[in-house]
């Protein structure tokens, strides 16, 4: 029996052996090391050099060396990879303010608008070198075959065209031989490659024209109108003009919009003092007491606090003209026997308002 435990003992000792010598693990390292020809032990002593992958540029040019020491452990390296990098094509520069290149193995991916096509690679990468893969696209308008046109009638480009073809996003305008009118106006040509298809001529006539409140015709003859023939307004004294003064009857039948005749404004106080038309004038001095559509009103209201005056705009609209909440109207004593503590009379607290001013006491 003696042989067979000397053979057990020896196969123990050899396993100890073995399984008890020292070693490091595979090295920990930086992004962008080249790790392929790292292998996963490595014994006591041995050495490791350190290189950045290809599009990576080491921040050291020391040697960059790294030792598996007696207590298993590696030496350190402050070497670190940065990535090359690519310049941004300049036409997408704006899209990223503030950036002119960007990192290696940065993708970029190319899309056209509506109503373009690309020419090129839709795809291209930063390489190694700091070089793109592929140039930007151009992106190309999308062709239309020349616009037809109407039966009785014509096409009429927007701008001077000479070419054979149209491209994507310009129009015309279509014509009919008068009287008739087109069942629609415009053409273009479209995103999908294809022109619009051409309008139908036909009779179009507008009902007799009718007035406007506070306001008139100027000169028309009271019939049925055709198309694109026009009607004129005004409106009476006073009273300003709000939209269009020409209305025109349209392929549609329909008259476009009429204007409206906006009303003046009256100030709707008894005492106090105002800035109307850059001019600051107590209210009795507005004669007569009336303020057009759209003019504006100066108020003045006191800061109680810091015992000052401040202005306050107030715009007529359309025959209302609204108070601002902070005015307080005074009394007839203080209007007329003290007028200089009123809030238009003391000192301001903000800006006045621009254009000479009357030193005019209130009646």
Not at 38 to 59: I, R
Not at 154 to 162: A, E, L
Not at 254 to 281: E, F, M, Q
Not at 304 to 317: D, F, I, L, M
């Amino acid at each position: 029996m003696a042989p067979l435990a000397l053979l057990l003992l020896c196969q123990v000792t050899l396993y100890t052996t073995v399984t008890s010598k020292k070693a490091c693990g595979r090295p920990p390292v930086p992004d962008g090391v080249d790790v392929s020809s790292l292998k996963s032990m490595y014994d006591v002593g041995e050495e490791v050099t350190l290189a950045c992958e290809q599009g990576y540029t080491p921040s050291t040019t020391a040697p960059r060396k790294l030792a598996c020491t007696p207590a298993q452990e590696w030496t350190a390296s402050d070497l670190a990879c940065t990535p090359r990098t690519c310049p941004i094509p300049r036409p997408l520069q704006a899209l990223v303010p503030g950036r002119t290149q960007v990192p290696f193995k940065t993708v970029l991916n190319y899309t056209c608008d509506e109503g373009y096509v690309m020419n090129g690679a839709n795809e291209s990468s930063c390489l190694a070198d700091g070089t793109w893969s592929h140039p930007p696209p151009l992106c190309k308008a999308v062709n239309c075959a020349l616009p037809k046109a109407p039966r009785d009638g014509r096409f009429v480009f927007d701008k001077t065209h000479t070419a054979t073809t149209t491209m994507y996003g310009q129009g015309w305008t279509y014509e009919c031989n008068p009287p008739k009118a087109p069942s629609f106006e415009r053409g273009e040509c479209k995103a999908d490659g294809t022109a619009t298809e051409p309008p139908v001529c036909r009779d179009v006539s507008c009902s007799i024209p009718e007035g406007i409140p506070n306001g008139f015709i100027t000169f028309a003859v009271m019939r049925t109108h055709g198309y694109k023939e026009t009607v004129r307004y005004a409106c009476n004294d006073h009273y300003v003009l709000d939209g269009q003064a020409e209305i025109q009857c349209s392929n549609t039948g329909n008259w476009s919009t009429k204007p409206v005749c906006r009303a003046p404004c009256s100030v709707n106080i008894k005492r106090g003092r105002i800035s109307y038309n850059a001019r600051k004038l107590w209210i009795a001095d507005l004669k007569p007491n009336r303020v057009l559509h759209g003019e504006h009103v100066v108020f003045y209201c006191k800061n109680k606090v810091e015992k000052c005056g401040y202005p306050v705009a107030s715009t007529c609209n359309d025959g209302t003209l609204t108070l601002p909440e902070c005015f307080e109207e005074p009394g007839k004593v203080e209007y007329t026997l003290r007028p200089k503590t009123l809030p238009s009379e003391i000192t301001m607290c903000g800006p006045l308002p621009s254009g000479p001013s009357s030193s005019a006491a209130p009646a």
